[in-house]
């Protein structure tokens, strides 16, 4: 793929989200792990090790594709971003251990997400990606597409807080509508296999947003951390990023095929994640009902 789509806009739409989410960081959200070591250990094994588990036995179980396949382990390593950070927020989750979680597992994603997707390379082998995989050259790559704006954007906030406070949201803005432009490009750029894409990852994508949103939730829960951290980490472990997704398919391995998954995730995961998190608040008000009504009757 060499179309402008692909190769100019994708990484830069990356770079501005990376940028967007180091104006929100500083120093203390990464130190801040000592305050939440229970909940940051569960939900990073959960995005790290449970849910690329889990998305291996779906796409063998089902048969999916080869470039498929490695699409959808390649999204289900990718990290998280600002989105689950509004959407913990919207459900009253711990919005400061989101973003612990977000910072930390940006930097580790660097490593993890090649280790993860050469497996999936590895065993899928899909034609014509003989000899692709993420070497040292492309790991440099996913490095410079995660890490040096993350790092710039913390720069810009240290030294020019009100300017970082004022751009948090346009760029955010700015970001989310430049991101569906590109995919729409890339989509129409194949618009004669749109549809065998989509149904071919379209069930597998939305059964595993749904399973890393009730991982994300009920595991940190059974290791007897908060309601809100629970929240927070069923937002964290439950919303990927697809843009770097999408950039690394595309750019880095060079295969489109590879990154619809991230796409059709881009465009189900909103809804999917506004459903889990309205069940979860529901559940959470009946307990609250319940407790006083079984304190007083005791």
């Known amino acids: 793929m060499d179309s402008w789509p692909v190769t100019v806009a994708l990484p830069m739409v990356l770079a501005l989200i990376m940028f967007g989410l180091g104006l929100?960081?500083?120093?203390?959200?990464?130190?801040?792990v000592v305050r939440y070591p229970r909940a940051v250990v569960v939900a990073l094994t959960c995005q790290?090790?449970?849910?690329?588990?889990?998305?291996?036995?779906?796409?063998?179980?089902?048969g999916l594709g080869p470039a498929p396949a490695v699409?959808?382990?390649l999204l289900m390593a990718s990290p998280g971003g600002a989105t689950a950070n509004l959407l913990s927020h919207l459900f009253r989750g711990d919005v400061a251990l989101n973003v612990t979680l977000t910072a930390v597992n940006s930097v580790l994603s660097v490593l993890t997400l090649p280790l993860v997707t050469n497996f999936a390379l590895g065993y899928f082998a899909p034609p014509g990606a003989d000899g692709i995989g993420l070497q040292f050259g492309k790991v440099a790559q996913v490095f410079a597409l995660v890490l040096i704006p993350?790092?710039?954007?913390?720069?810009?906030?240290r030294l020019r807080p009100g300017f970082a406070d004022r751009m948090d949201r346009p760029v955010r803005i700015v970001s989310v509508a430049f991101l569906a432009v590109v995919t729409l490009a890339a989509l129409v750029a194949e618009r004669?296999?749109?549809?065998?894409?989509?149904?071919?990852?379209?069930?597998?994508?939305a059964l595993l947003c749904v399973t890393s949103l009730g991982v994300g939730y009920f595991v940190p829960k059974a290791f007897g951390?908060?309601?809100s951290q629970a929240i927070a980490c069923s937002m964290e472990v439950g919303i990927h990023n697809s843009a770097l997704a999408m950039t690394i398919?595309?750019?880095?391995?060079?295969?489109?095929r590879m990154a619809v998954p991230a796409g059709v995730y881009g465009i189900v995961m909103l809804p999917i994640a506004y459903v889990a998190g309205s069940a979860i608040s529901r559940r959470i008000r009946r307990e609250?009902?319940?407790?006083?009504a079984v304190i007083s009757g005791t």
Not at 24 to 32: G, H, I, N
Not at 288 to 292: F, I, L
């Open 288 to 292: 609250e009902t319940v407790e006083p």
């Open 192 to 205: 004669g296999n749109v549809l065998g894409y989509l149904a071919a990852v379209g069930l597998v994508v």
């Open 71 to 73: 699409g959808v382990m």
């Open 150 to 157: 993350v790092a710039a954007g913390m720069v810009a906030r």
């Open 225 to 227: 951390v908060t309601r």
């Open 48 to 62: 790290l090790v449970v849910l690329p588990a889990i998305a291996f036995g779906l796409v063998i179980a089902v």
């Open 249 to 256: 398919a595309i750019s880095v391995l060079g295969d489109i």
């Open 24 to 32: 929100a960081l500083t120093a203390d959200d990464f130190t801040r």
